[in-house]
């Protein structure tokens, strides 16, 4: 799996972010402002009742369930204003939102990861909206988010939403957040489960994005003709990932297409937060060549959505956590996948495809799992594991469930026998004298305390500062540690001093059911 990166520590939160661009893409008076973004939001309002919702791309009109996420458009007012309008009008009909989870691209600068304010304040002519900054404080245990005070302040995706959000939904808090490159689907779905272990019924997640950016001015022109058309049609394909939340198909348009949607990562982020069978309506779409100004050799596509759950009707849903279940002959078949996937890469070099793997499969491998695979070399009379001659060889796995199981066992196997630092790529001699342990993981979840891990039973994920080390459940009780000695080597694995567990420290635990060849 990619791996997040490290960074500097914690920070406590500075001042108010200032309106930067206040004057210039929009009003600054808020007499003024309050004035124009109420006249966007009654047109939208009214458009939506006597009007069927935008029948552009000939999607369902029809909004089933609670609004859980919207996408705005981030231009000056004068061009996206009245598409954003119909984003927000929809959301503030909907339910009473207490916080906003905002995420937006950057424009300025270019970084791995997320980048967290700050600031205790972000303000708006209309009133400063408050940062969330318990929300803050805790992601910045975990890899991958750290405090960035300058892409902040100079960004302005975020920046145009909080007037919206000031004038439709009042007094609220905002967890503000700017998303770089986040590499891959399965890097994207360990930042959103981690996101979406804050998210509550009453919050709402907005998410700022423009669309297709058309023309020499953006330096994409990839098909020759009529410029509306070729915008409308990359649009339309775009639209139709984010309205079955088909995040892989999302990924492999952009990168058969190379669209220019400036908020591709904030997007692709909410698809990975989404409940299963969410799905967008389009409230609202048009192009900067709808208003005044724009030639006709450049384009930039606006697009209003509303993201929903049929069966939800009382906001963000509880995420299920029931564990899956076994039998003998799921087990039985992933020892065999496993053991396939290993055999056909060491000696053919090549990664075995599900389809080849198909006689194998039950129900149970669709479902995303965190899994380790576990590699042990037999009877070679050295270490003593579990009091059989064997030793280590390699252990590789994925903690969060970020890939169907079929697929991060075929994952893991592979990387378990060429991706483990500590070894060498494992030849095919070696074959016949390794065995195969594979461990599917519960979630991890959250505990209060350390008090709260039980050795033997629970995997521990240390989180600190930016860093991150695991261990399986199993792994305390082949070394014979205690509670404290477990947690100073889970320290000393992140790279922090034997007792460094002991202050600003969060733990996950989770649960196993090993599986392991004879």
């Known amino acids: 799996m990619t791996n997040f990166f490290s960074r500097a520590g914690l920070t406590s ?245 190379q669209d220019t949607i400036c908020g591709f990562f904030p997007c692709s982020l909410l698809l990975a937060m989404l409940p299963e069978d969410s799905h967008a309506t389009l409230l609202n779409y048009r192009t900067s060549q709808d208003s005044m100004g724009e030639d006709e050799a450049n384009s930039v596509s606006y697009m209003a959505v509303a993201f929903s759950h049929p069966t939800s009707t009382a906001g963000w849903p509880k995420e299920e956590t029931s564990n899956v279940k076994l039998t003998d002959a799921d087990k039985s078949a992933l020892l065999k996948i496993a053991r396939k996937a290993l055999e056909t890469f060491v000696r053919e070099k090549r990664q075995i495809t599900q389809a080849e793997l198909k006689p194998l499969m039950t129900p149970v491998m669709k479902k995303a799992m965190g899994v380790f695979v576990t590699l042990y070399k037999r009877n070679i009379g050295r270490n003593t594991v579990h009091g059989e001659d064997k030793e280590l060889r390699g252990c590789v796995g994925y903690i969060f469930p970020v890939k169907p199981l079929i697929q991060a066992v075929i994952d893991n196997a592979i990387g378990s026998a060429s991706r483990d630092y500590r070894f060498q790529g494992v030849i095919e001699e070696e074959l016949k004298d390794l065995q195969i342990d594979i461990n599917l993981l519960t979630p991890p979840r959250r505990v209060k305390s350390y008090k709260d891990i039980v050795i033997g039973r629970d995997g521990i994920l240390l989180y600190k500062q930016g860093r991150q080390a695991v261990f399986l459940p199993s792994v305390a009780t082949e070394f014979g540690w205690d509670l404290e000695q477990t947690l100073a080597q889970l320290a000393m694995k992140a790279g922090f001093p034997a007792d460094a567990w002991k202050q600003d420290a969060q733990f996950d635990v989770f649960q196993s059911i090993s599986v392991e060849e004879e």
């Open 13 to 257: 939160g500075q001042d108010k972010r200032r309106a930067a661009f206040a004057g210039t893409w929009y009003e600054a008076d808020a007499n003024k402002l309050r004035a124009q973004l109420s006249r966007f939001l009654e047109q939208a309002d009214e458009a939506m009742k006597t009007v069927p919702i935008e029948p552009s791309f000939k999607m369902n009109s029809k909004i089933e369930g609670s609004v859980l996420a919207i996408v705005a458009p981030h231009a000056g007012y004068i061009f996206s204003g009245p598409t954003a309008a119909f984003a927000y009008d929809a959301a503030s009909d909907d339910r009473k939102i207490k916080r906003v989870f905002l995420l937006g691209p950057s424009h300025y600068a270019g970084f791995p990861g997320a980048a967290l304010p700050s600031e205790k304040s972000f303000a708006t002519p209309l009133g400063d909206l408050k940062v969330d900054r318990q929300v803050i404080d805790d992601l910045l245990h975990y890899p991958g988010f750290e405090i960035m005070p300058e892409v902040h302040r100079r960004e302005h995706s975020l920046e145009l939403q909080l007037p919206f959000i000031r004038e439709a939904f009042g007094d609220v808090r905002i967890v503000p957040i700017v998303v770089g490159l986040l590499g891959d689907v399965s890097e994207m779905q360990v930042a959103a489960q981690i996101l979406r272990r804050y998210i509550e019924p009453d919050d709402l997640v907005v998410v700022s994005s423009d669309f297709t950016h058309y023309g020499p001015r953006y330096d994409y022109e990839p098909y020759p003709g009529k410029v509306r058309d070729n915008v409308r049609k990359l649009d339309e394909e775009a639209f139709s990932y984010l309205h079955k939340a088909d995040l892989q198909g999302f990924f492999d348009f952009r990168e058969r297409t």
